[in-house]
């Protein structure tokens, strides 16, 4: 088995209480990855596109997987999918939807504007775990990501 990376992850979540969620069960799956958020998808763009609180690289790294809600406030995940694919520096970026969301409606349409994976998220927060570490596996240790470009 090869060694796993370091893998930087943004989760794009508006609600506290999943964010904090998803951070305990990271630490749970035992990924060792670097979790950050924002909480909509204006500051998810602010992020990416190295703008605002986040024009410092060095502070905010490029993520080599984003886990995005669909449903926030300002920008929705549906509008943040179309504007990450419409930029150039961020089409490789693997985006996957994790929203409470299994509307047939909405699943089409996220892979549809560009979602690399679309998963609902489970109700436990045992399910959550076990979601994550596969999750991490399979993006740490099956696909071979693309090259961050330069920044």
Known sequence: MKPIPHLTLLCAEDDPDDRLLVQDALDESHLGSDLRFVCDGEELMEYLLHEGAYADPAVSP????????????????????????????????????????????????????????YIVKPVSFDGLVRLLAELGRYWLEVVQLPPAPLQ
């Open 62 to 117: 490029r993520p080599q997987l984003l886990l995005l809600d669909l449903n926030m406030p300002r920008m929705d995940g549906r509008e943040a999918i179309a504007r990450i694919r419409s930029e150039p520096a961020l089409r490789t970026l693997p985006v996957v939807v994790l929203t409470t969301s299994d509307a047939r409606e909405d699943v089409e349409n996220a892979y549809a504007l560009g979602a690399n994976s």
